[in-house]
């Protein structure tokens, strides 16, 4: 009994350390070398995983930076100019620095200004609704309300407002990852360089309708009227397919296409005072009227000068 016993255990002990020396080969015959600076970078990066350096993590994105010769277009949004330095500092290479981004929404068509036409029972989903269906308003272009950038958010930067149907995106906890962009199937999220004070004038409409249709289906929609660009002297806005956009690299912030938008399609945030309306239409009114009356006066004076000097040649003709 005592000599089954021994051999059992000599057996399961020799059977345990012949399989522990194959596996051991094997390990050292398969093994993958890591580069050890890998573990470095993602140590200094985030750890959010948000995908918005394009990457699916943060190891991959660290992976990425260590094998990349050069890395001056990547970029992590979350931890900013900050993070990359430390990167930087760690792989001897020149990273980019980039002005930190703000998602806004490209859309203003609440249900006080877009009424409803129909109504939807299905999946609330907006990439469901989207391939199915054009919404439940007059706008094939807007927000449909299904909430899947708030979803996409990891940050907890964006709600839906429960009073407009549209999302909100909290500017102070809003880190730029794109997700929320990525998420939107209308493409109506779009980041845009943080100004100082996180000032922002942009176009909140994504309509390509001509004017009539789109001002029918939203009463703030964008009907390429074109005021905002002779408003503009920086040329930082243009107009095509019947919609605006403001080029946020050119635009300085003057405001000045604000009161000019005869559908107020156009965003102004976080400026201490907005821009007075009523008394900035006003007095482009009075300023166009000036010019007229100016210009009338110069062609009756023009007139006059011809007609003085059509008769000095007349009588000079009967002398």
Not at 127 to 147: A, N, P, R
Not at 238 to 244: C, I
Not at 253 to 271: G, H, M
Not at 284 to 298: F, L
């Amino acid at each position: 009994m005592t000599d089954t016993i021994l051999y059992t255990v000599i057996t399961l002990t020799s059977v345990g350390v012949i399989a522990a020396t194959i596996l051991y080969i094997l390990t050292l015959y398969f093994k993958v070398y890591e580069n050890p600076l890998i573990g470095e970078v993602d140590e200094v990066l985030p750890g959010a995983n948000c995908a918005g350096c394009g990457s699916p993590g943060c190891r991959p994105f660290a992976e990425k930076l260590v094998n990349s010769d050069d890395i001056s277009d990547l970029f992590c949004p979350v931890g900013g100019n900050d993070v990359m330095a430390q990167v930087a500092k760690i792989l001897g290479k020149e990273v980019a620095e980039k002005d930190p981004e703000v998602a806004v929404l490209l859309c203003q068509g609440s249900c006080e200004v877009r009424p409803k036409t129909n109504f939807y029972d299905g999946p609330s989903s907006c990439s469901i609704e989207s391939m199915i269906y054009g919404g439940d308003t007059g706008c094939q272009y807007g927000c449909l309300g299904g909430g899947e950038c708030v979803d996409a958010c990891t940050f907890d930067a964006m709600y839906m407002d429960e009073k407009t149907g549209l999302p909100v995106v909290i500017d102070d906890k809003c880190t730029g990852c794109n997700a929320c962009v990525t998420a939107c199937p209308r493409e109506l999220l779009e980041l845009r360089p943080k100004q100082k004070r996180d000032l922002k004038v942009y176009v909140g409409c994504k309509n390509l309708e001509k004017g009539g249709v789109a001002k029918k289906s939203c009463n703030v929609a964008c009907i390429g009227c074109s005021k905002c660009i002779d408003a503009c002297s920086k040329d930082a806005i243009t107009v095509e397919d019947n919609l605006a956009y403001i080029d946020a690299a050119l635009c300085t912030l003057c405001r000045k296409c604000i009161p000019v938008c005869p559908t107020d399609s156009i965003i102004e945030e976080n400026f201490p005072k907005p821009v007075d309306k009523e008394k900035a239409r006003a007095k482009a009114k009075e300023k166009a009227k000036a010019k007229k009356e100016a210009e009338k006066k110069a062609k009756e004076a023009a007139k006059e000068k011809v007609a003085v000097a059509v008769a000095v040649k007349e009588e000079q003709k009967k002398e």
